[in-house]
C-alpha cells in the first residue's frame, strides 16, 4: 500500500513538471509574435477612442443597472407588504343578508365576528390606558355596546372567572360618562350591576360576572388589570 501511495505522488509531481517544463513554452512566444504580425496596420489613433466608449458603455450599463434594481426592490417590498396585510389579517365571508349584496365581510384573524363589526377578546391583562391603546394599535377601540344582544353575544365568548375592560368612563369622576368612540351615554341603555356605579374614585368600566350574578358593569379604578375587548367596525372587500 505504502508503494503505491508514493507511486502516485510521484506520478503527479512528475506530471506538473512536465507539463511545466514541456517544450510548449518555447512554442507560446512563437504563437505571439505571429498574432502581433497579423495585424499590422491596426491605426493607433482609434485605440483612445475605443477605450472612451468601451467605459461610457461600461457606466452606462451600471447606471441602468442600479437602477432597474433599485426599482425592482421596491417593487418586491410593495409586493410583499400587500400579501401581508391580505393574507395574515382578514378572515372573510359572504354575506347572506342581502340578495345584492356581492362583498365580503371581513374581520382580522382570530377577532369574533357580530352583525357590523368584529370582536377581540384578550387574553393578557392591562390598565384600562393600556387597554385602550391597544385597541387603537389595532385600529380599534374598547368596546362600545349599546344593545343586549350585542353584550350578550360578546358574554357568550368570556371567561366567567375573568373581568373585561370597555370603553367607558368618567374622568372627572363627577358621573359624567363618555364612551371612547365619543357616542353619547345614554342612561337608559345600560347594564350596570344593582348598587353601580358606586364609588366617585372608580373612573373605568369592567364588564364581569360576579358568583351569584348576571353579567354587567362595575365602575373601578383605572389602574387595576384586567382583560379587556376591542370592538372595530367589520372591513368590506
Ligand atoms: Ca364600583
Not at 67 to 93: D, R
Request: hydrophobic residues 35%; positive net charge; contains cysteine.
Amino acid at each position: 500500500m505504502t508503494s503505491e501511495i508514493t507511486y502516485a505522488e510521484v506520478r503527479f509531481k512528475n506530471e506538473s513538471t512536465s507539463l511545466g517544463t514541456k517544450s510548449e513554452s518555447p512554442a507560446a512566444p512563437k504563437e505571439k509574435t505571429s498574432l502581433h504580425k497579423s495585424n499590422p496596420g491596426f491605426p493607433k489613433a482609434l485605440l483612445p477612442s475605443l477605450l472612451i466608449l468601451l467605459l461610457l458603455l461600461t457606466i452606462s450599463f451600471f447606471i441602468a443597472f442600479i437602477i432597474f434594481f433599485q426599482k425592482y426592490s421596491q417593487l418586491l417590498k410593495e409586493k410583499k407588504a400587500i400579501k401581508e396585510v391580505t393574507h395574515t389579517e382578514l378572515e372573510c365571508m359572504k354575506e347572506n343578508l342581502t340578495m345584492k349584496e356581492k362583498d365580503w365581510s371581513c374581520c382580522p384573524k382570530n377577532w369574533k365576528s357580530f352583525n357590523l363589526s368584529c370582536y377581540f377578546i384578550s387574553t393578557d391583562v392591562k390598565n384600562w390606558t393600556k387597554s385602550e391603546n391597544n385597541c387603537s394599535a389595532m385600529r380599534s377601540h374598547l368596546l362600545v355596546t349599546k344593545t343586549k344582544a350585542e353584550q350578550d353575544f360578546i358574554i357568550e365568548n368570556l371567561d366567567e372567572n375573568r373581568a373585561y375592560y370597555v370603553g367607558l368612563s368618567d374622568p372627572e369622576g363627577n358621573g359624567a360618562w363618555q364612551w371612547v368612540d365619543q357616542t353619547p351615554y345614554n342612561a337608559s341603555a345600560t347594564f350596570w350591576h344593582p348598587g353601580e356605579p358606586n364609588n366617585p374614585l372608580e373612573h373605568c368600566v369592567i364588564l364581569n360576572k360576579p358568583s351569584r350574578r348576571s353579567w354587567g358593569w362595575n365602575d373601578v379604578t383605572c389602574e387595576q388589570h384586567h382583560r379587556s375587548i376591542c370592538k372595530m367596525m367589520k372591513i368590506y372587500l
